[in-house]
């Protein structure tokens, strides 16, 4: 219990955001400049190519089999399982369609196995113990903002001055809550896996849409 406070305090962080409803935050962009819209499926790689590793993808074997952790691939050749994202819904002017910069999300995969019965929906699961680790994983609750669900929610801000964003888990959909406020890297454990959870250097991403991924991967079939 003692290192778990001690890791909850660590993690209270303040962040600088523009997460609150009255600003008017950026829309994020796909690799291809294009507005990241909701309900459409992306791939979310990393910003690094080669070493930076590949997309993200579902892994059991933590908590036995289910749920099952998020973890990124270690080939930049794989990009992972297809992403849609939802948020809240009140955002005052903004295009409810387009999700935005510094702004709660649900994230949630797409086309995933069907070995665990459960939602794909991210959340921050309860500390790790035997690792001192917050690990990223699925089960979530998608929507119904409030204290219940603060676990699941997330938000994507421009990575400094790069084109690639982050991750971070600091939710606004309850002010007054105690909450964990950390980006989201990446934590290489025992068996070599890179599962995501809370970390002070976060994953830098980009995001690519599966459409246009897949219409590429036909053609550069066809040429062969």
């Known amino acids: 219990m003692k290192s778990s406070f001690v890791a909850l305090s660590i993690l209270f962080l303040v ?5 609150s409803l009255g600003e008017q935050a950026e829309p994020l962009l796909d690799i291809n400049g294009d507005k990241v819209v909701m309900g459409t499926k992306y791939y979310i790689t990393s910003w690094v190519w080669g070493a930076g590793g590949g997309g993200l993808n579902l892994h059991a ?6 749920p099952m952790d998020v973890i990124q691939e270690s080939w930049d050749t794989r990009n992972g399982l297809p992403l849609t994202f939802s948020h809240v819904s009140n955002h005052g ?9 510094s702004t709660d999300v649900n994230i949630k995969f797409t086309n995933a196995p069907v070995s665990c019965n459960q939602p794909t929906v991210w959340k921050v699961d309860d500390y790790d113990e035997s690792t001192g680790q917050w690990y990223i994983t699925t089960n979530g609750v998608e929507g119904n903002a409030g204290p219940e669900t603060l ?18 888990h600091c939710p606004s959909v309850c002010e007054s809550c105690v909450k964990l406020c950390s980006n989201v890297g990446y934590h290489v454990a025992d068996d070599g896996v890179r599962r995501m959870a809370l970390k002070e250097t976060p994953f830098v991403l980009v995001f690519k849409k599966v459409s246009e991924a897949t219409d590429l991967l036909i053609k550069q079939k066809t040429k062969v």
């Open 61 to 66: 074997g933590r908590n036995a089999l289910c």
């Open 15 to 19: 962040f600088s955001s523009k997460s």
């Open 93 to 101: 002017n903004q295009d409810d369609n387009i999700v935005y910069e």
């Open 151 to 168: 676990q699941n929610w997330f938000k994507f801000e421009r990575y400094e001055h790069t084109y690639g964003y982050k991750i971070v």
